[in-house]
């Protein structure tokens, strides 16, 4: 085994993966190099390599395993998505107007972000019997009433962000498996015709988190505060940026949530325009690495599998570089591999070493 992972691994995926948790870890231990509530940069810094290396030992231990076991596994793992995040509702802990986290000893594990791998896994079976056969609505609601009770879940925490997260998983899985271009208009079609009504289902803060993406001067003390402070973070960097440790706005904590949600803000203004570039072309070549396995997969629930991770790192990366640089509202969603969190980090190191399981029994096929 040790033989067939060193010749048939995605070299270029797992080469972009450490690079990008290099980079994290660096501009991580910058961002909090002063005490943050208790915790130094050296605590922050450690533990995320610490469960760096403990989930480079699953990514590993995963080559054992055939991915397409999982295929059985669907309906277990939606099970326990739920539980989840019914778990999250009645033992949740609270933090910045959330109910998102499970407190277990000192770990404190968002489960929603272990979701997304869960659902993705029970999504691929579930579409995997329906693929070039969704070409009505009928067969579409049961795969809508699956995915929605989690969405819905997850919405209540309140969490829009991981809650789009799925839709956008849902939507890449249906375009590769054949989903009629005719129903797609109509549900785009209804969509915006529906959209106005999504406003009355918003919490307050998610209504002011728009309008402040419209105009961020309205509150700039308050709602608009951060996307102001991260635009003028990037801004500042310019070309080469300021330097680790050097960055006013992080350093001096004008910048909010600098390590976790707006951690491409301080990469912008420490690294600059080039760092920018660097860490979404590592970024890029993993999305393009992922439809590169789905593409090339021996079966229908690999390739949907990879569709999935595919999808969820590219909303994420969007959605992320999105409101750090003003042009989507902002959403408490991180920026893959780079952000600081064991629970994102977990969830992002075992797909990638699903991925790699895929590749490793794919079409040999030259790109």
């Known amino acids: 085994m040790w033989q067939k992972i060193w010749r048939e ?12 948790i290099a980079l994290g870890s660096v501009v991580i231990g910058s961002a909090t190099h002063i005490n943050r509530e208790g915790l130094s940069f050296d605590d922050l810094v450690a533990k995320q390599l610490l469960f760096f290396f403990i989930n480079m030992g699953v990514v590993i231990g995963l080559q054992w395993f055939d991915y397409r076991r999982l ?3 669907g309906r277990p793992l939606y099970v326990i998505t739920i539980v989840l995040l019914l778990a999250v509702m009645f033992v949740g802990t609270s933090a910045l107007g959330a109910q998102r986290w499970i407190q277990i000893g000192p770990i404190t594990v968002q ?15 579930m579409i995997e019997s329906r693929v070039n056969k969704l070409d009505s609505f009928k067969s579409l609601l049961p795969i809508v009433i699956f995915v929605g009770i989690p969405t819905l879940l997850v919405f209540k925490q309140p969490d829009l962000g991981t809650s ?20 797609v208009q109509i549900i785009v079609g209804a969509a915006v015709i529906l959209a106005p009504l999504g406003w009355f289902v918003l919490q307050e803060y998610q209504k002011q988190r728009i309008l402040v993406f419209l105009n961020p001067n309205i509150d700039p003390f308050g709602a608009g505060y951060h996307i102001i402070q991260s635009k003028i973070a990037i801004g500042s960097g310019m070309i080469l940026g300021k330097g680790l440790f050097e960055g006013t706005q992080s350093q001096l904590n004008f910048l909010p949530e600098n390590h976790t949600d707006f951690i491409f803000s301080v990469v912008g203004e420490e690294l600059g325009f080039v760092g920018c570039v660097i860490a979404l072309l590592l970024l890029f070549v993993i999305i393009y690495r992922s439809i590169v396995i789905a593409r090339s997969a021996n079966d ?3 390739m949907l599998l990879a569709t999935g991770i595919g999808s969820m790192i590219v909303f994420q990366v969007l959605v992320n570089v999105g409101m750090t640089t003003g042009i989507m509202p902002v959403t408490g969603i991180p920026l893959p591999f ?9 969830t992002n190191m075992i797909s990638v070493g699903l991925l790699l399981n895929i590749a490793m029994h794919r079409k040999k096929l030259m790109f």
């Open 300 to 302: 229908t629930f690999g």
């Open 164 to 183: 789009l997260v799925y839709l956008a998983i849902l939507c890449g899985m249906l375009f590769v498996g054949g989903i009629r271009m005719r129903l």
């Open 111 to 125: 489960p929603s972000e272990f979701t997304k791998l869960l659902m993705i896994i029970s999504m691929a079976g």
């Open 338 to 346: 780079i952000s600081y969190g064991v629970s994102a980090l977990t």
């Open 71 to 73: 295929r059985s596994w």
């Open 9 to 20: 691994w995605d070299w270029t995926l797992v080469i972009c993966t450490v690079a990008l």
